[in-house]
């Protein structure tokens, strides 16, 4: 897989990262919602990580390996 791998989790990684980001900017700005935004950042972590799970093993079908 190699650098095919790499070029799969960097833009999960990315997508993590703003995820992160958007989750502490709202909560900064509205400290009454932080546990509703707590909860829906995390669902969007879990879904981004198994979208790029995913990814890694089709890349693994498809490689035969």
């Known amino acids: 897989l190699g650098r095919d791998h790499i070029g799969q989790r ?3 990684a ?3 990262g703003r995820t992160a980001v958007a989750a502490c900017d709202g909560m900064a700005r509205n ?3 932080a546990g509703q935004i ?3 950042a995390f669902l969007g972590l879990v879904l981004i990580e198994s ?3 995913y990814t890694l093993v089709i890349a693994f079908i498809i490689n035969g390996k």
């Open 10 to 12: 960097i833009p999960g």
């Open 14 to 16: 990315t997508a993590q």
């Open 31 to 33: 400290p009454g919602a």
């Open 38 to 40: 707590r909860g829906i």
């Open 51 to 53: 979208l790029v799970i």
